[in-house]
């Protein structure tokens, strides 16, 4: 028998990357979408459409209960992966309500329905977050580090941790928290900084735009390959008792480096083309953040394989292979 895993945010970086880690051991894949339509693959459903036929799809949506023990109750997961999240931090800014709403009641609904389903046979993964540590306590960062979130998107994925180590401990459940540092990819959307890296420098090394406006330089982050961290997703449910991990490289670089090794890629000179605009600087920001894997290296025998200079690299080419009519 086949293991039937759940994915929430299965059409996202993660859920995809995921689904097809998932898809090479055996198991039969479920995702949740807000709705199933297959007409626009190639916009929602892009990240899966080469594996649309391998996988299925369930309409339901975070901010209803009733639909999320329905598809649990139907499908009768073996492992459950919570990804689903408002996660652009700089959006919940904008928009705090629907973020603390989203990322807390999902997160809650979705616990509430395995422990009613199946406590004791559902394996369940929380997607945290290095947001999390916000303005940190001490570098680098573990799983014994305090928590100092800087934004309603750090909040809210810290009392979805509470909330998976409340599960965990009241009603027996396996669930597990993924404290993820930044993992990037050519899936990637286009919020994000890397991402807008990227896809500038395929556009100015096209002739298709001139400057590239960034937020603070400065900023520090430990940057990893979606592909390796959803390994480390999978490794954590496969553990006989529910743990919590950091999930990092240990290695710092700036959104500056990350500028200059995309530039460089191409043969340009990122100090021609990057504006560095204050008003696109976050109300609280986040200076540094670096992981410290320990544990995940010891007890889940995980480490990152793909460099950060290969991950730049890797989206780079990308944008410039696939962008041709942007």
Not at 88 to 105: A, C
């Amino acid at each position: 028998m086949s293991k039937v895993a759940l994915i929430t945010g299965i059409t996202g970086q993660d859920g995809s990357y995921l689904s097809e880690l998932l898809l090479s051991k055996g198991y039969e894949v479920h995702g949740i979408v807000r709705r199933v339509a297959f007409e626009d693959s190639n916009h929602r459903l892009s990240r899966i459409k080469h594996i649309l036929k391998d996988v299925t799809l369930h309409a339901g949506s975070l901010e209803s209960y009733a639909s999320l023990f329905n598809i649990i109750l139907k499908i009768k997961p073996d492992e459950v992966y919570h990804l689903a999240a408002q996660s652009y931090v700089g959006y919940s800014f904008e928009d705090e309500f629907s973020t603390l709403n989203i990322n807390i009641n999902g997160t809650h609904y979705l616990l509430s329905a395995v422990k009613e389903f199946a406590a004791s046979k559902v394996k369940f993964y929380f997607a945290g977050t290095s947001e999390m540590f916000g303005k940190v306590k001490e570098t680098p960062q573990s799983e014994n580090t305090p928590f100092n979130p800087r934004s309603s998107y750090g909040v809210s994925k810290v009392t979805g941790y509470y909330l998976v180590q409340n599960y965990r401990e009241a009603y027996n459940l396996h669930a597990s928290s993924g404290i993820l540092f930044n993992h990037e990819s050519p899936r990637r959307g286009f919020e994000f900084v890397t991402r807008k890296i990227s896809f500038g420098v395929a556009r100015i090394k096209k002739g298709l735009q001139k400057k590239l406006m960034l937020g603070n330089m400065k900023a520090k982050r430990d940057w990893g390959h979606a592909k390796d961290y959803v390994e480390a997703m999978w490794l954590m449910l496969q553990q006989k008792k529910p743990v919590d991990f950091v999930i990092g490289t240990g290695i710092e670089h700036s959104v500056e480096d990350f500028a200059k090794k995309a530039f460089a890629h191409v043969g340009l000179n990122y100090k021609d083309y990057v504006i560095s605009d204050k008003k696109l600087f976050r109300p609280a920001e986040v200076d540094t953040l670096l992981a410290d894997s320990t544990k995940a290296k010891k007890v889940l025998k995980w480490k990152p394989k793909i460099s950060f200079d290969d991950m730049v690299a890797n989206m780079v080419e990308h944008d410039m292979e696939n962008n041709e009519d942007n």
